[in-house]
């Protein structure tokens, strides 16, 4: 399929495409013939004001949480569909049913958690309860009070087909919707636990660089959810021999030394296909996979100093073609060098390290893909700069911290001094320096 097709199908499926939506049909489906032929005819109404029964706003939160807008709006159809089926689809039965369904998809594609969606679908239901009772009372021939009691029904059976196909349809198309984004960086889910076991080192990264990159994604209007759990699994493919990562070494040898330089090689590029393993098995879906492959680019391995690099290697690729991996990426390199910087850090310090960041991150191409335009580059820095301040703070050194007992002359660091850290901390930086500049970093 080439690729302007594949972009309009996702503009409008999404990520679980039409399989999920032939899914979610299939479920509308089952829910209108439960509602309007088995519940409906327990019901003294007319055959066409069975349709009251139909939760049509539960319906359309999970099309607004399962799909883009328009792919939500598009599943309208398949309800006219039903509807004409039903009763020949007359004016005042497509407006009761098709308004609160499209109600329901606005609503859906905001909601982020299961316990506001419980709220609204119980709202919803309610509203379209009263408002469905009142629209089709002149053609259902009876009670109207019986009528909105029979609509309440909805409560019960919309609400639990809501959260049942959600989950089943989260399971079955490894599907990373609002709600479960919000809850996958949370204890609760098994790979965050491991990794607060097994690789403290990393999971104190992989936070950073999940506020690091969620900070940034809400500043350039991205979405920040996406951001943040792909800043979270990132680097879960160093659950397998946690050790070799800096950043869980403590003070224990550094194993490396216990093994070929080869080796050590290739289990720290290893790292990328153990966690598209992991995040497959924990079924994180291909956005997840997505930010393990791409958040080192094809770019060279820092792991190891230049005199110990026998040759120049390179991550297999390929680079971030969304704006969120390449916020990841970003953030996971910043995260890396600040671990290598010793000693506080002043303002200036850190927005050039900031821009030192992004800088060779261009230089190396690997932005070549990613859509994030000069000026978004430009809030990100920003950003980040607020954001290290904050999670650092105890290592940001202010100029007026001389008057606090500060070693004398510490502010002329910003001078010629400066230089000289600079070159320690980033060596080669100067504009002219290899892409591959050869300073040791874990990320
Ligand atoms: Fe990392
Ligand atoms: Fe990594």
Known sequence: MNSPTKRILSSVFGEGGIPLFIY???WMAGVFALSVFVLGGAFPFAPEARVVLFPSFAAGLLGGIFFPIWGGLASLLALVFLLLIHSGATFVVVTATALPFAGGVVVGSRVSTRSSLAVFAVAGETVRALFASILLSPIAGGDSLALFGGALLSLLHGTGYLFVALYLGE?????????????VCSDGHPLVREMKERAMGTFVHARNVSILAEAAARAIGADFLLARAGGFFHDVGKLWNPTFYGENQRNQPNVHDTVTMDVSRSIIIAHIDEGVRRVRKHRLGKQMEGFVLT?????????????????????????PSTKEEGLVMLADALEAVTRCV????????LEEMVRYVIERAKRDGQLRECPLSERELDLVREVFVDCLRNLYHGRVRYRSSDSYGGRKGDAHCVGAEREERKEARYPGHKADDSPDAPESEYH
């Open 295 to 319: 958040h080192h680019g094809d770019g060279p391995v820092y792991h190891f100093p230049e005199e110990k690099r026998k040759v120049r290697d390179r991550y297999p690729g390929p680079v």
């Open 171 to 183: 399971y079955l198309f490894s599907l990373m919707t609002r709600p479960r984004l919000s809850e």
């Open 24 to 26: 979610s049909a299939l």
């Open 342 to 349: 010793s000693g506080p850090l002043s303002e200036e310090e």
